[in-house]
């Protein structure tokens, strides 16, 4: 640990209002950190750009839209009367159960009262001299706080591509993530549909079925498996309901924060081809979604056995889409399986069957203009009532770097980052003090189970602050050091898997001049609190804690 004494409080915080945190986001992260902090009877103030709770399952509700870690897992376990009390339908929430639940935890908790909803956070600004950040909304709130927790989340800034004429489009347009809360008819409409991420394929799977026509434009294949997604059966949720402590506490050791209770059948090539065969059939009728992937141990670790269990999947394809050059343009051939987020469906590709229903290749006819009747390709013209963006978001730094934050010198978090978003942990950035980031780069966020993730990252936050509250400390750092030793650390996990075979949004591939960098802690929860936990007990290694003046004087 290094310590400095250098930060002091002024006395004019007659202005703004004061807290001793600001939560960016009422998420489910940020809707824990509501709940935890109060416990450390902290005046806490949380802006939430939405006019309701949520995060990601507040504005994602278009059509289709539905989670892929199953619910009984991927709730809150910081109560037990909660978690039992609580009933999910599905085994996969439909988004509308998600946002459901969330106001729920607002309302049985009393969390409402802290949030002030329809206030974007845009500027982040740390004072040195005062050792205090300025939170300003676009609403004009303005609050100065010592502490902020970032759960802006890591899916939430919306990426709307640069295509030209897209304001002349005359009807209809939406981006997936910012969906309207009144109903959308399709019926009797030519719907364009843009990206065929997890997004596109629900929405294309779910719009397809009322569509007048619905052309889905497609730049990318996606590796899809089957939900198997079903009423949740009593005695299934009775069983979970009954073993809730232990499971998560298994839970919570997992590399991924999940339940994995399926057998791993070792290496692909331990087995003859038909044997393979057996298995993954097997695999693809029985699991849920993401256990597909982890049929085989080797499955994520060498292109070969990669290779193997993505031919399976595209024969899956050839086998239910019945137009065979439909079929060969849905497969996806250019990366590995597993190497962009997995896809999850139900029904997706028999979609492709559907009179209705046009799949449009623009990866060799790319999308040159919207106009104000639809949309041309460098092959034709589509005329459309409606048009859809599925084109995903800057993922998990942009909602960070678009609130506009500045550190140590003014410095911006977007020059920082200008490079690769480096930070200590997955928690701070060197010369952004006080500032706490959950899901962001560096943590394993999007590769585990998020709520329960965020969970963790929170109390961690709690705890710290609680740590130099109690030591007097006003302030905590982290050095450009300790950022490039964890940087070295997560690139040298990072290439031992096939990660970087995609051109995904987990390298900042998707959004043009981000630079390319594998943003996850991919070591897993496990070994990520163990790593997290060690430099709290090596006397926080790696950070620089500032004593707070008044209090030592
Ligand atoms: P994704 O997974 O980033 O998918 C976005 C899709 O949009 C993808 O198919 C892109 O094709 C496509 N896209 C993006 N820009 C364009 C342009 N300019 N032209 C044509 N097509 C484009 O976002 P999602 O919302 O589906 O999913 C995000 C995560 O949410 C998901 O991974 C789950 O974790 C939940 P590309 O692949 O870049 O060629």
Redesign the pocket.
Known sequence: MTTASTATETSATSGPETADVVVVGAGFSGLYALYRLRKLNLKVVCFEAGDGVGGTWYWNRYPGARV?IESMQYSYSFDDDLQQEWRWPEYFSPQADLEGYANHVADRFGLREQIRFNARVNRLRWDEQAGRWHVSTERGDHVVARYIVAASGA?DAT?I?D?PGLDSFRGEWHH??QWPKEKVSFAGKRVGL???????LQATTEIGKTAGHLYV?Q??P?YSLPANNRPLPADYEREWKEHYADRRAEMSRNFALGYLPVQQYGSVFDYSPEERTRILEQAWAQRNGLLFLRTFTDTMMSLEANEVVAEFIRGKIREIVKDPEVAELLCPKTYPVGT??ICMDTGYFETFNRPNVTLVD?RSNP?TEITPTGLRTTAGEYDLDLLIL????DAVTGSLTRMNVTGVGGTDLREKWAERPTNFLGFMVAGFPNLFMIHGPGSPG?LAQMITGGEWQVDWAADVIQDLDRNGYASIDTTDAAEQGWAAEMAEMAAKTLYQHA?S?YVGA?IPGKPRYFMIYIGGFDQYKRRCGEQVSKGYEGFVLTKDKRRTA
């Open positions: 892929d899916l990426n591509p295509f997936t993530s843009i990206g065929t991420g997890s997004t596109g434009f730049r990318t996606a962009k987020r623009v999308i599925a084109t995903g978001f999007v051109n949004w998707n």
